[in-house]
């Protein structure tokens, strides 16, 4: 019987230790607890939405460039998505092409980079804002920089979440343990998150190497038309592909999408940059803006420019080369 009474004894304390630890374990749940991830994720969105950006005349980010251009000066225009355009970023002099004009202008280069890019546009629209502005800012180089979900119909957040969004706030709803357990909250939320990154993932592959590849057909024709009408007045054309940023290791998710884009260049004979290599090996989530917002944060954009500095300089030689 004593020996039964220790086993007893032993059993109830250890119990108290895992209630007491699940009760501490909520308590900082609680105090950790904002909202859902995907709420704050959408709300993220729109605040940097709604932010006061610098923009020019031309409805861009940035400085005003100066038109005519600069006699001597080489002009680089970046078209590309809300990754070019910087979203979540607020300086102004993050943006990977405003990095990259103060690389190109080291030693007294008269470079000036434009940043082209638009939050939510896809390859027609930077077609279209060549049609605009493309003989006012009269680049040297045109620079495209296309971002792995350009391909696809996941264009926007909102468009991507859906129906799994709202499956997930249904459900939530209707959990008891969701509305009083924080700790349940955090559990269910990492689940979910996971499982948004699965379908993430197999949709976007689906886009290049599934049986509906319809936008990504429509890309690159939109990214030739834009290759062709640069070339019709004398710049030169370059194709940059910026790879989402998570599980950036050499099992990298999307390494057969990343192909399949630079695969395209090389037929259509564009010049091409993969900026993966400079991505690998780091944590996604340390470049990301905030922690459920995976555009780059300014580490990110830095990153990025950095690669992109011996492209571009290679572009800008040619174009000089061409214009002799």
Do not use: C
Not at 7 to 30: K, R, W
Not at 106 to 125: F, K, Q, Y
Not at 210 to 229: I, P, S
């Amino acid at each position: 019987m004593p020996k039964l009474r220790v086993v007893v004894s032993n059993a109830l304390l250890a119990l108290a230790g895992v209630v007491a630890t699940l009760f501490i374990a909520e308590g900082l749940a609680g105090l950790l607890w904002e909202a859902p991830w995907y709420e704050r994720l959408l709300h993220e969105q729109e605040q940097a939405q709604e932010y006061l950006y610098r923009r020019n005349s031309f409805g861009l980010r940035g400085a005003e460039p100066t038109i005519p251009k600069p006699e001597g000066t080489q002009r680089v225009l970046v078209t590309g998505d809300s990754f070019t355009f910087g979203l979540g970023v607020d300086d102004d002099n993050a943006p990977f092409p405003a990095v990259l004009e103060r690389h190109l202008s080291e030693g007294g280069s008269a470079v000036d980079v434009v940043n082209g890019g638009i939050s939510g546009s896809l390859t027609g629209d930077w077609g279209a804002l060549w049609r605009r502005a493309g003989a006012s800012l009269d680049p040297d180089v045109v620079i495209a920089v296309f971002f792995l979900r350009d391909g696809t119909r996941l264009g926007t957040i909102p468009d991507f979440f859906g129906e799994i969004r709202r499956d997930i706030a249904e459900r939530n709803a209707d959990s008891t343990l969701y509305r009083y357990s924080h700790l349940y909250r955090r559990v269910r939320d990492y689940q979910d998150r996971f499982r948004v990154g699965e379908v993430f993932t197999e949709n976007l592959v689906d886009a290049y190497h599934g049986e509906d590849t319809k936008e990504w057909e429509r890309a690159q024709r939109n990214l030739l038309e834009l290759r062709n009408m640069v070339h019709a007045e004398g710049a030169v054309f370059g194709l940059a592909v910026f790879p989402v940023l998570v599980e950036l290791g050499p099992d990298y998710p999307f390494q057969g999408v990343v192909d399949s884009v630079l695969e395209f260049a090389r037929d259509s004979d564009i010049p091409a940059h993969d900026l993966l290599p400079a991505f690998l090996g780091r944590e996604g989530p340390d470049l990301w803006v905030s922690p459920v917002d995976q555009h780059p944060n300014a580490e990110g954009h830095a990153i990025a420019a950095e690669s992109l500095l011996p492209f571009a300089r290679a572009l800008l030689e040619q174009s000089r080369g061409e214009g002799a």
